[in-house]
């Protein structure tokens, strides 16, 4: 499966941004889709995921609260809705796809996932 993520960009401390992930090539609905984050000098992150329903999810606990992941099947097209942005968290995202039998399965490693897309940047400034 090919992923291509969109949506980055530079906001404000406490705005808001959107990011979005559109799949092609494989059975979008057999697959969980997450998002990951790494800061400059930091390791790649956990930052939340969402079964293959979209009936389940999970989130990193900093980001709890202030991120909604969701999915469109229909579109082959998962999002993130980040609010309440905060400087910590500016980082590159990465979605990334992870096959799965079970249709309320999640995947919190990174090592789970086989499939990432390029990434997007996104900065906020204080």
């Known amino acids: 499966v090919q992923l291509q993520a969109s949506g980055g960009g530079l906001v404000q401390a406490g705005g808001s941004l959107r990011l979005s992930c559109a799949a092609s090539?494989?059975?979008?609905?057999?697959?969980?889709m997450g998002w990951f984050r790494q800061a400059p000098g930091k390791e790649r992150e956990f930052v939340a995921a969402i079964s293959r329903s979209g009936e389940s999810t999970s989130y990193a606990d900093s980001v709890k609260g202030r991120f909604t992941i969701s999915r469109d099947n229909a579109k082959n097209t998962v999002y993130l809705q980040m609010n309440s942005l905060e400087p910590e968290d500016t980082a590159v995202y990465y979605c990334?796809?992870?096959?799965?039998?079970?249709?309320?399965?999640?995947?919190?490693?990174?090592?789970?996932?086989?499939?990432w897309g390029q990434g997007t940047q996104v900065t906020v400034s204080s």
């Open positions: 990334a796809a992870s096959w799965a039998a079970f249709k309320n399965s999640l995947r919190l490693g990174d090592y789970e996932y086989g499939y």
């Open positions: 090539g494989r059975i979008f609905t057999s697959y969980v």
